[in-house]
Nanobody, 127 residues
């Protein structure tokens, strides 16, 4: 079974940084995508960023581009999301997910076809 474990959330002040980790196990496909999504109370889930195992391609929603960086440590089967210059609007429950379908950005928004989802990690940003 595919398992994804997100961690690293917490409380940050505006302008500070946090790094989220997503530990993955059980993925048997040679090519897959791991992505980060977030959902704030009362809002729809939003795609944040994703990375392809095939060629390391990365994708970002416009709302985080230039501030967040996704990376992968294949030896540790872990994907990271470095979040810099945090804003109050970044506060949400962050989820990592994995899929063998697609990840793309259209009109500044990230869309991805994910098959497996992990539990979330809460990010709170105070102003």
């Amino acid at each position: 079974d595919v398992q994804l474990q997100a961690s690293g959330g917490g409380l940050a002040q505006t302008g500070e940084s946090l790094r989220l980790s997503c530990a993955a196990s059980g993925i048997t496909s040679d090519e897959y995508t791991i992505g980060w999504f977030r959902q704030a109370p009362g809002k729809e889930r939003e795609g944040v960023s994703c990375i392809s195992s095939a060629d390391g391609s990365t994708y970002y929603a416009d709302s985080v581009k230039g501030r967040f960086t996704i990376s992968a440590d294949n030896a540790k089967n872990t994907v990271y999301l470095q979040m810099n210059s945090l804003k109050p609007e970044d506060a949400a429950e962050y989820y990592c997910a994995a899929g063998v379908d697609f990840c793309t950005v259209i009109a500044g928004k990230l869309f991805a076809g994910m098959n497996y989802w992990g539990q979330g990690t809460q990010v709170t940003v105070s102003s």
